[in-house]
């Protein structure tokens, strides 16, 4: 990982100094590589932690710190907005923002935001850290999860994905590009929507299967859309205008209504169960709801917007998260630039 508060800095003065002159004529060139940190578009690890951390020491040695918790490609760097709201001189990705709260959150602010975020993931639990102490920086919040292939309520995980291993839509929906309105720095990185959900266990396991899959728009057991067989199988809504085979407060059909439209707004979609402590509400089970792209407008706030009123929504309670930037990946070392 080589983005340092040294690289954003120059990049800042980069972009003030081609502020004052004409723009080249032809494609963008970049003055690095671009190469994109490991831990995204691969296949989920079984076991993850996210710990977001406030900088109040040195930035190049809270990342150095971070980077050093597990081995290349088990650990992914993200930056949240509050770290450029602290440091003006630092070139800020331009449509990194706080997330705001959509209906139905109850956003804590113990378990939001932060300047720094770490996923640390694994196959082996002992590998993962149970603890953190990152010189210069303080813990904000940390969540533990599972990947099982299957969430809390059931149903498979990561249906409808776009194609993690095709490179070309990769760089449509998901890596910064050369060319787009973002500082130099930014190419190779991605931004990063968090959400941290709770689920109403109780409530969803008093269901049936068959109301359960009403809700979902999907076959239980076979992920398979209502009303088909196999699980990567086309939606057809053009057919169901009136929702009788797939509800049209479903989540897939609300989540992706598959229309021409729709196709820009894909996000790279990863999930989590996590266990807390039971509180006095009861049983605390939750969503660790993770996605990259390459615009935050454009991919996850347009869906969530979209998913506004689904039957889902009666069972969810977001309370967490944030937007971040993952940085992109590099050869170098922390400070070498």
């Known amino acids: 990982m080589a983005i340092t508060r040294r690289a954003l800095l120059a990049a800042a003065g980069a972009a003030s100094a081609a502020a004052c002159t004409t723009p080249p004529v032809g494609p963008p060139r970049l003055s690095r590589p671009v190469v994109h940190q490991r831990g995204i578009v691969e296949p989920e ?11 109040v020491g040195d930035l190049e040695q809270v990342l150095h710190s971070l980077r050093g918790l597990a081995p290349a490609g088990d650990v992914v ?19 990194l923002t706080t997330m705001p709260a959509f209906p139905g959150d109850v956003l804590d602010p113990t378990d ?46 990561g249906t409808g994905n776009p194609d993690a291993w095709n490179p070309d839509l990769m760089d449509q929906l998901v890596w910064v590009q050369p060319g787009d309105p973002e500082p130099e720095w930014c190419v190779g990185g991605t931004y990063l929507a968090v959400r941290l959900i709770r689920l109403a266990m109780p409530t969803w396991d008093s269901k049936s299967t ?11 057991e076979s992920g398979a859309p209502l009303g088909s067989t196999g699980e990567q199988d086309a939606l057809d809504y053009v057919n169901d ?3 009788t085979r797939i509800p049209l407060n479903a989540h897939i059909r609300r989540a992706n209504p598959r229309t021409p439209e729709s196709q820009a707004h894909r996000i790279l979609r990863r999930g989590y169960t996590y266990r807390r402590p039971a509180d006095a509400a009861g049983e605390h089970i939750g ?49 070498e630039r």
């Open 45 to 55: 690890r079984r076991h993850t932690v996210l710990a977001a951390f406030d900088v």
């Open 77 to 95: 760097l993200s930056v949240g907005a509050s770290l450029f709201d602290a440091r003006p001189g630092l070139a800020r990705p331009s449509l």
């Open 112 to 157: 939001c935001g932060g300047d720094v975020l770490a996923q640390l993931s694994s196959d082996d639990p002992s590998a993962l850290p149970s603890a953190f102490d990152v010189p210069g920086a303080r813990l904000r919040w940390t969540v533990e999860g599972q990947h099982t292939g299957r969430n809390a309520f059931g149903f498979r995980e």
């Open 210 to 220: 068959a109301d359960q899959e009403l809700v979902f728009g999907r076959h239980k």
């Open 241 to 243: 205008p009136e929702g």
């Open 287 to 335: 969503h660790i709801f993770t996605c990259y792209q390459r615009d935050l407008e454009r991919g996850f706030a347009t869906t969530q917007r979209r998913l506004a009123g689904e039957a889902l929504a009666a069972y969810l309670l977001p309370f967490g998260g944030g937007y971040y930037f993952v940085l992109p990946g590099d050869n170098t070392a922390p400070g």
